[in-house]
């Protein structure tokens, strides 16, 4: 647990002070926003493509972190020291999707209010706790299976193509979740909760992946 | 969503040229796999053709070295 | 050193009278599918094809586990050819699939038909195990990566076509349901006979790709033997351990 803090502390500190990767993402999606507005040529958006704009926009920004992810590993020589450093080797696993959560975190509490602001036609107010916790299901999602596939894409020689190709079909059950759960929610007379269907299968869909990840991930560090 | 057109399904003389571009698309695709398993069976005979003579080139080297 | 030439032959002559049958079953024995017509032939083409397809690549994750478990690369070498070939009878299932689609209800391609589409999301992630596997270039760290990949991909492939099936709501009355439905006997028997034949052709094909590779190898590590490292040309993309 301690390496995992570490490394997750390491991380957070280096984004904090370069600030490479959470002020992209936040600007591409609010580009995106913009870009949306104009594509779709709606002032307001609401229901279910309301829900499909967010769940699209938060799945390209969170493939620029994605992209980001073990560069510096990589680049830096971190992964030779990891693997010469006597610890459960699954701490960087956890460490990385935990980072890529809290970035994940971060942007959506500055995406999503702007979304409400600029193209959401219903008000967030009283559907917010069903909103927050579909996003936080699928962000478990989009950390676990972005750290998996940016550590198979860090080695590869076409790394920023790997990673958001292989990613993509990965995630697509959960996208359809989110965007599935998130359509009534963003409606006009929203009721509040979330179809118990979709956070449900966010929910298994998270922990096979989780536990899939666990299994697997030692032999992407092997030397 | 259900905006689709149901359009009845074709009477056997409209749909046998689909059924047969079906089947047909099928066989196609194998003798395609057939094709190129063949030319990469030529490349692997070149291959074994070259190695031949290269090694009955050795030995006939090394004869040689050993008689003279 | 296994042979994957030995039993090939009477393989393919098993898979040959196998798809005859089935191709002489379905135009002759069949009967008309009373809601469909003619066009419903070709579910016994397409839907072999799209079950061989996903065992396939169940298949290739499993041989994978097996480099995993053992890190013989020949192991990843039997995961990329079934993965390779799954991957093909899937193009060719998805096209059968479409034809079918056109045929029946006028479009090229559905949406409410939930099997299609899981299928191709689950076309979309073995598209890239190629690209993917390719563009690394330590062999070792390839095969180990490329089974990763195929674990992964291949636990996606349930979750997937749960996910979708649960997504559509609109479920067209006449869509196909594989559980071995409502097919009278007649019907079940063709597409019965039908899957076993696409499923010996698979199995001829995954042998035949191996033998091949596995000559090719041979030659290579001969060539290596007795006339050194030098002699030999670069292999280019390869899964073959050499």
């Known amino acids: 647990m301690n390496t995992v803090l570490t490394i997750l502390r390491k991380d957070l500190r280096l984004e904090l002070r370069t600030f490479e990767t959470i002020p992209s993402m936040v600007l591409f999606s609010l580009a995106s926003f913009v870009i949306f507005h104009f594509a779709l040529n709606r002032a307001t958006i609401e229901g279910q493509l309301a829900a499909g704009v967010l769940t699209a926009t938060l799945l390209f920004a969170a493939m620029l972190a994605v ?57 967030l107010g009283p559907a917010l ?13 989009l950390a676990v299976i972005g750290t998996l596939v940016s550590a198979i894409a860090i080695h ?18 959960a996208l359809i979740a989110c965007a599935r759960a998130l359509g009534p929610l963003l409606q006009t007379h929203a009721s509040g909760s979330p179809p118990a269907k979709w956070l449900a299968i966010l929910a298994l869909y998270d922990v096979v992946f989780a536990l899939l990840a666990y299994a697997v991930f030692d032999f992407l560090l092997e030397d | 969503m259900s905006v689709f ?23 196609a695709l194998v003798l395609v796999y057939v094709a190129i398993m063949a030319k990469r069976l030529r490349s692997t005979e070149r291959d074994l053709e070259a190695l031949g003579r290269e090694i009955g080139a050795d030995r006939d080297d090394e004869r040689d070295e050993v008689a003279a | 050193m296994t042979t994957y030439g030995r039993g090939l032959r009477g393989l393919s002559l098993a898979t040959i009278a196998t798809i005859s049958t089935a191709l002489v079953l379905v135009f002759f024995y069949a009967p008309l599918d009373a809601d469909q017509g003619f ?30 478990r053992t890190g013989d690369r020949r192991w990843d070498m039997r995961s990329y050819v079934a993965i390779h070939m799954a991957l093909i009878f899937g ?78 709501q609109y479920v067209h ?37 191996m033998a091949a590779k596995d000559a090719r190898m041979r030659v290579r590590r001969l060539r290596r033997a007795v006339l050194g490292e030098d002699a030999l040309a670069p292999l280019g993309r390869s899964a073959a351990p050499s």
Not at chain 1, 129 to 141: F, K
Not at chain 3, 173 to 198: D, E, K, Q, Y
């Open chain 1, 67 to 123: 992209n980001r992810l073990f560069v510096a590993e990589r680049e830096q020589g971190g992964f030779d020291a990891f693997l010469l450093a006597p610890v459960d080797r699954t701490a960087l696993l956890l460490a990385k999707a935990s980072a890529l959560f809290i970035f994940l975190v971060v942007l959506e509490v500055v995406a999503v209010p702007a979304f409400a602001l600029l193209l959401l036609g219903p008000s």
């Open chain 1, 129 to 141: 706790i069903g909103i927050v916790a579909v996003v936080a299901l699928v962000d478990v999602a």
């Open chain 1, 156 to 173: 590869t020689r076409a790394r920023d193509l790997i990673g958001p190709v292989v990613a993509l079909p990965l995630l697509i059950p």
């Open chain 2, 5 to 27: 057109a149901v359009s009845p399904a074709l009477a056997p003389g409209k749909a046998a040229p689909y059924v047969i571009a079906a089947y047909i698309v099928f066989l």
């Open chain 3, 39 to 68: 066009v419903q032939k070709i579910f016994y083409l397409h839907v072999p094809l799209a079950i061989v397809s996903l065992c396939g690549f169940v298949f290739g994750a499993l041989l994978a586990v097996g480099h995993l």
């Open chain 3, 91 to 168: 193009v060719a299932g998805l096209i059968t699939g479409s034809i079918w689609a056109k045929a029946s209800w006028g479009h090229w391609w559905v949406w409410n038909e939930p099997t299609l589409v899981s299928f191709l999301i689950v076309l979309l992630l073995f598209a890239t195990y190629q690209p993917m596997r390719f563009s690394i270039e330590d062999p070792e760290r390839q095969a180990r990566y490329a089974s990763v990949f195929a674990v992964l991909a291949g636990a996606f492939v349930p979750l997937n076509f749960i996910a979708v099936r649960l997504a559509q």
């Open chain 3, 173 to 209: 009355p006449r869509i196909l349901t594989l559980g071995g439905g409502n097919l009278p006997g007649s019907m079940r028997l063709t597409f019965i006979v039908a899957l076993i034949g696409i499923a010996l052709l698979y199995a001829t094909l995954w042998k035949y790709e």
